[in-house]
Structures are given as structure tokens and as C-alpha cells.
């Protein structure tokens, strides 16, 4: 596996043809740091966030193949991702 891509497992999700509305969506791994001071706004923030897309299914299970802009971090192998719900096809 690829450090920037993931293989997530989405609740609900149990065949491939489930997974195809999932394909496009936006997926964030957030995270908490350290309070550390944002260098244009100069206000202080403790969550980061690494955005990114659900690119095609893996399986038959309804497993599907994230690739994030960033490398993800070791420990968010088996962590929990948010999947947002856009952007919508049409």
C-alpha cells in the first residue's frame, strides 16, 4: 500500500454496486496536534485535516481506494475517515 492512498471501509457499504455512489466523493482524515499558531491568521488551531477523493472500488465487498493530497500519517492506518457527501454527480 501506498502511503498516500487508503483503503476505507464505508458502514453500509456491502457490494461493489453500493460503492459506485461513493466514487468522487471527498473523504478528510482529521487529526488533533499540539496547539500550534497558523502563519497568515496568527490564531491558534489543534486540528488538521488531510483532504482526499474516492477514486474506485476494491473488491466485491464495497471496499473502496481513497488517494489523500498528503501522505497519510502510520497512525491512520485503521482509524476513522469522514466521507463527505459531495461532489454530487449529476
Known amino acids: 500500500q501506498y502511503p498516500n492512498n ?5 458502514d453500509g457499504v456491502k457490494d461493489r454496486d453500493a460503492a459506485k455512489y ?3 466523493k471527498t473523504v478528510l482524515f482529521a487529526y488533533r496536534v499540539k496547539k500550534t ?6 490564531e491558534t488551531k489543534s486540528l488538521r485535516i488531510i483532504r482526499g477523493k474516492i477514486t474506485r472500488a ?4 464495497g471496499v473502496v481506494r481513497a488517494r489523500f493530497v498528503h501522505n497519510l500519517p502510520p497512525h491512520a492506518f485503521g482509524s476513522v475517515c469522514r466521507v463527505m457527501l459531495y461532489p454530487q454527480r449529476s
Not at 487508503?6 to 464505508?10: D, E, G, K, T
Not at 499558531?37 to 496568527?42: Q, W
Not at 476494491?58 to 465487498?61: E, Q, S, V, Y
Open 37 to 42: 499558531k497558523d502563519a497568515t491568521t496568527g
Open 6 to 10: 487508503a483503503l476505507l471501509n464505508i
Open 22 to 24: 461513493y466514487l468522487g
Open 58 to 61: 476494491h473488491g466485491n465487498a
